[in-house]
């Protein structure tokens, strides 16, 4: 069981939605830690609704993407992992294997930079064995053209000089401002048609607590591969496709829970 130590309540492990809360919960208490922005809680509710539509699983489109989102990160010369506070609240392990992995940095980018949030969020990676973070010193930071946000705040020698950026949870303005400039985008967006998605050179569309379990065990699949099928897997992937493969399946997963539905108002008239 999980206990949400808050509400004084315990989700038993056979709950049909065991995995959504204690994510939830995590959520919750990255807010009242700092690590989560409160309007991140809308953006984590917004996402358990297409991960419900898209059957709360991994799908072939999203295999299909995450094995190319590895191949392009192995081809890059400067690669970055980009970390705001629902990612780091979710999956602050995940991330630093994929750091250290990839040999690549993780670097704190964020929209809502409340006083505590950046040393909150370098915390919880730093206790999940985080060695490489970027983003955290002021003196460190330029701007990206083309964004009035914070986000536009980048460690120069993180994202500004990168040239693959992987981006979770993303908001599109910055998505749209990184490939302006050029960068090769690798989006996790549950959200198959958001302006993430549509920007993103790979789009994974999967929920970041399947998605990054999944990129760890292809790395271990395509890291010894010659460069030039790394850019074979590269150059087959077509995100367009992906994303109407994406559009498509959501589409079947409800007209299959619309007949199941049927099914059981039948029986119970």
Not at 66 to 79: D, R, S
Not at 113 to 132: H, Q, T, Y
Not at 147 to 155: F, I, P, Q, T, Y
Not at 207 to 231: G, V, W, Y
């Amino acid at each position: 069981m999980t206990e949400n130590k808050n509400q004084n309540s315990v989700v038993p492990e056979n709950h049909p939605r065991f995995q959504s809360l204690k994510y939830r919960h995590k959520i919750i208490e990255g807010m009242k830690n700092l690590v989560v922005a409160e309007a991140g809680l809308i953006a984590h509710g917004r996402g358990e609704c297409f991960d419900y539509i898209l059957g709360e699983k991994t799908n072939k489109a999203a295999k299909k993407a995450i094995k190319a989102a590895v191949a392009m990160l192995l081809l890059a010369n400067h690669p970055v992992i980009s970390v705001n506070g629902n990612t780091a609240a979710l999956v602050p392990k995940e991330l630093v294997n994929l750091s250290e992995v990839l040999n690549i940095p993780l670097e704190i980018n964020l929209f809502y930079r409340k006083k505590g949030r950046v040393e909150a969020i370098k915390k919880v990676l730093e206790n999940a064995g985080a060695i490489n973070i970027l983003g955290i010193d002021e003196d460190d930071m330029v701007t990206l053209d083309g964004l009035e946000s914070n986000r536009r705040l980048v460690d120069k020698l993180g994202i500004y000089q990168g040239d693959c950026i992987l981006v979770m949870l993303e908001d599109g303005d910055r998505t749209e401002a990184l490939k302006k400039l050029n960068k090769k985008v690798i989006t996790v967006d549950l959200n198959p048609i958001s302006r993430t998605a549509i920007w993103g050179d790979i789009t994974i569309v999967d929920n970041i607590i399947r998605a990054l379990p999944e990129m760890l065990a292809i790395i271990e699949e395509l890291k010894d591969l010659k460069k030039e099928k790394l850019r074979k897997i590269v150059q087959d992937f077509k995100n367009k496709k992906n994303i109407q493969d994406a559009l498509n399946l959501i589409k079947d997963y409800i007209d299959t829970q619309k007949k199941d539905a049927f099914k059981i108002l039948e029986i119970k008239n």
